[in-house]
């Protein structure tokens, strides 16, 4: 069986949370993983949508949802959702302690109000 274009199970995660917020001091929602190259961003509901703009900035089509106990992934390519799809490289998930939203020490008090 092949897989579709756009995963490589092969590849581990980038980061246990959004590199990109990390870099600038912000904080996320839920956190997405990209299915190709291992980019962990995050969601659209988080405030700088870093995962969608690393789909739309390397063309990588699929994300896998790094959420504990979620495995379903979304291609934007066709904006289909997949339940289930091919095991990836551990782990699959952020870490269990680590808070939603997250990091710990920098969602802000007002969080719901700004998830878009």
Known sequence: MSLPAGIDPSVPPSDPGCGDCDAVGGWWFHLRRCAQCGHIGCCDDSPA???????????????????PGEAWFWNFD?????????????PLSHPED????????????????ALG
Do not use: C
């Not at 949508?49 to 959420?67: D, L, V």
């Not at 680590?98 to 802000?108: D, E, F, I, W, Y």
């Open 49 to 67: 949508k870093h995962a969608t703009a690393h789909a739309q900035s390397t063309g990588h089509p699929i994300i896998r949802s790094f959420e």
């Open 98 to 113: 680590q808070p939603t939203p997250g990091p710990a020490g920098r969602v802000p008090a007002n969080w719901m109000s």
């Open 78 to 90: 066709t904006s289909e959702l997949y339940e289930s799809g091919p095991d990836l490289a551990p």
